[in-house]
């Protein structure tokens, strides 16, 4: 049976964040040699790239497949149990999320019979039973059924709701354990952050001051939930769906410094070179300072 393996998911947009994730994963395991990190690229499944500008069915109403959105890697959160034969232990996380902890605790956790160990979505999401996809614990022998291109398929075939997918919704309610949140940290590093989610796009603190390339979730309106009647005025005041039209600073330097102080690693390895780095900066997939960022940015602890 193959090694246990942490597998991060990306697109082009996003590949810097999955290098730098790769990286900490390894630097902060006491048992880096016991698994595998690889990362899946939307640019090698065609069948990702085949449906652009196609509609398919998310929350109940269509949207159009766009290839090149920030987070078009999402279906390949579905992929590991395939890439591993459905066997063995795989991790799955998105390319935002960086170990600060050793994940070699969470890979051989006792997973009590359950095929996937996640947590739960915070805020509205949270209270309609939508589960964090964007890290998960695997038992891929228990996920025969996951097969990425044909779940794909059935979006645009209006058979699978984007939404109920990414949420596991659908999976047996009984097939899935709890994860602390220690291990998916929303926006959050403290001294008990396992892996650090840098989740609110708006502030991904490689992104400050690029203009904003992702397509906002839409909102529903909610006339039970107070929070929801301000919405209105915030989209007007803000624009469609509330979004800046850059990328914010993040409120935490402590998280910048955390990933900047991991890219110079990088750097210093090889794992990134600079030319690679000017050339990310010239995408708009890095902020345009990054250099001078890292040049401030103190050294991590050892």
């Avoid at 290098?19 to 994963?25: D, K, R």
């Avoid at 025969?144 to 044909?150: F, I, L, N, S, Y």
């Avoid at 919704?169 to 949140?181: A, I």
């Amino acid at each position: 049976m193959a090694k246990p393996c942490v597998f991060i998911h990306t697109n082009e947009r996003q590949h810097l964040g999955a290098l730098v994730s790769q990286h900490s994963l390894v630097r902060n395991s006491r048992n880096a040699d016991a698994f595998d990190v690889k990362i899946i690229h939307t640019k090698d499944h065609a069948f990702l790239r085949a449906r652009e500008g196609e509609p398919f069915l998310r929350e109940g109403g269509t949207r159009i497949w766009r290839y090149d959105d920030l987070q078009s890697f999402t279906p390949l959160r579905f992929m590991p149990p395939e890439l591993m034969g459905y066997e063995g232990r795989a991790i799955v996380i998105d390319p935002d999320i960086f170990a600060v902890g050793d994940v070699w605790e969470l890979l051989t956790r006792d997973m009590d019979g359950k095929a996937i160990i996640c947590r739960a979505r915070t805020g509205s999401k949270g209270l309609d039973g939508c589960m964090a996809s964007s890290v998960m614990l695997l038992d891929c022998a228990k996920l025969t059924h996951w097969q990425v291109e044909k779940n794909f398929a059935e979006l645009f075939e209006r058979k699978r709701d984007y939404m109920e997918w990414i949420c596991l919704k659908k999976e047996p309610r009984d097939s899935l354990g709890k994860l602390e949140n220690c291990w998916n940290d929303f926006d959050h590093l403290g001294p008990e952050t396992k892996l650090l989610h840098n989740t609110k796009r708006q502030t991904q603190p490689w992104k400050t001051g690029l203009p904003v390339d992702f397509t906002a979730a839409s909102k529903k309106f909610r006339a039970s939930r107070p929070k929801t009647w301000m919405r209105p005025l915030k989209r007007a005041m803000l624009g469609w769906g509330g979004a800046p039209s850059h990328y914010q600073q993040h409120p935490d330097t402590a998280q910048q410094n955390f990933f900047f102080g991991l890219l110079r690693e990088c750097l210093a390895a090889g794992v990134v070179t600079e030319d690679q780095l000017q050339d990310e900066m010239r995408q708009n997939h890095i902020r345009h300072d990054a250099m001078e960022v890292l040049d401030r940015t103190p050294p991590l602890a050892v």
